[in-house]
């Protein structure tokens, strides 16, 4: 059974920093490209950031460009999201994602990632 577990959300004040992780377990996702969501109240899942099956390429939205670090060690099968400078906007559940093991590209949709976390939450005060 596919499972993808996160952790590291807490409560922060704006301008801290979390490090959240994601361990697979199940089967191995070293082919395939990882991401991260995010869904806050009321609104709808959004991508914050995706890393190519080899780490070397990665991607992210406008919101959290230059503050948050996506990371993977394909030999832990785990997926990192460093995320500093917190804004109280980027208060939300964080989702990992993966995509079937042979995707090896980032992709922005949620609907093309065929694996989910149970989300943990982060919320930054102001």
């Known amino acids: 059974q596919v499972q993808l577990v996160e952790s590291g959300g807490g409560l922060v004040q704006a301008g801290g920093s979390l490090r959240l992780s994601c361990a697979a377990s199940g089967r191995t996702f070293s082919s395939s490209a990882m991401g991260w969501f995010r869904q806050a109240p009321g609104k709808e899942r959004e991508f914050v950031s995706g890393i190519y099956w080899s780490g070397g390429i990665t991607y992210y939205a406008d919101s959290v460009k230059g503050r948050f670090t996506i990371s993977r060690d394909n030999a832990k099968n785990t997926v990192y999201l460093q995320m500093n400078s917190l804004k109280p906007e980027d208060t939300a559940v964080y989702y990992c994602?993966?995509?079937?093991?042979?995707?090896?590209?980032?992709?922005?949709?949620?609907?093309?990632?065929?694996?989910w976390g149970q989300g943990t939450q982060v919320t930054v005060s102001s």
């Open positions: 994602a993966a995509r079937s093991p042979g995707r090896p590209v980032i992709v922005t949709r949620s609907h093309e990632y065929d694996y």
